[in-house]
């Protein structure tokens, strides 16, 4: 399996996120990231990706490195339909960022926080600004 093709879940739970405070950093204009290598990379919510086909790679039948990601949009950054917009953005430009250069250290918990400016940056803007802070964070 290639590393292009890893593939990345939700990250949840308020411990989770607070293993993060603790993690390498980086920042950007329209978002901060903080990432950790996964302590247990295959085990989500008491379950085995393992044993889940969605986990599965469709060729070889072998598990995926799965990362865990979590996307922080504050209501600092604007109503419900703006930080939905970001978020989405976010999520995006991770994929694309991901299919293009793979990560250096896999699979990480890894949380993304979009910033009050990033409400009125475009998704190039973003994609660019997420490059940079995961760049500065020696993630990418």
């Given at each position: 399996m290639t590393q292009a093709a890893q593939r990345f879940i939700s990250l949840r739970g308020e411990r989770a996120f607070a293993r993060l405070?603790?993690?390498r950093r980086g920042h950007?204009?329209?978002?901060?990231?903080?990432?950790?290598?996964?302590?247990r990379?295959?085990?989500q919510a008491g379950r085995d990706p393992r044993l889940d086909k969605r986990y599965l790679d469709k060729r070889t039948g072998q598990s995926q490195r799965v990362s865990r990601v979590g996307i922080v949009v504050s209501k600092k950054v604007g109503n419900a339909v703006v930080r939905n917009k970001v978020r989405r953005r976010l999520r995006e430009g991770l994929y694309a960022l991901w299919l293009e250069q793979p990560p250096k250290h896999s699979?990480?918990?890894?949380?993304?926080?979009a910033k009050p400016d990033a409400a009125k940056a475009s998704y190039w803007q973003l994609k660019a600004g997420l490059a940079y802070a995961l760049c500065k964070s020696q993630l990418l």
């Open positions: 405070r603790k993690g950007h204009k329209f978002v901060s990231v903080r990432w950790l290598p996964c302590k990379p295959y085990l699979p990480v918990d890894l949380m993304i926080i």
